[in-house]
């Protein structure tokens, strides 16, 4: 009797598992590579966006995204200016953009400029 009700929440634990995807919830911060630019309405450019065509056309659920981006900030910045955009969802992931330039015009050769 107990291996014929094992079998039974076997047989229901597929149905289960397809109806209770998982659903992604990604914060992007950055700058402006992280908004892109958007000539057309009808484009999407922003890295959020092609983030979310993407894993719909590769058939996972659509993520939620969101997107706190100010042109030309590095880590400091979003760190004192972005805690209300952390702090208001259970992110999954975050992904973060510094400053584009950063890393070419502060560092040379392992000293500081």
Known sequence: MHSVKKLFYLLLLPLFSFSTQAQYKVLFI??????????????????????????TA?????????????????????????QTQIAAEAWTHVILQNQS???THRHRFGRTL
């Open 30 to 55: 950055g700058n402006s590579y992280t908004f892109g630019r958007n000539h057309s309405e009808t484009v999407e450019e922003s890295v959020p966006e092609i983030f979310q065509a993407l894993a």
């Open 58 to 82: 590769g058939g996972q659920v659509t993520p939620t995204v969101s997107m706190r981006a100010v042109s030309s900030k590095d880590f400091e910045y979003h760190y004192n200016n972005s």
């Open 101 to 103: 330039t950063q890393a």
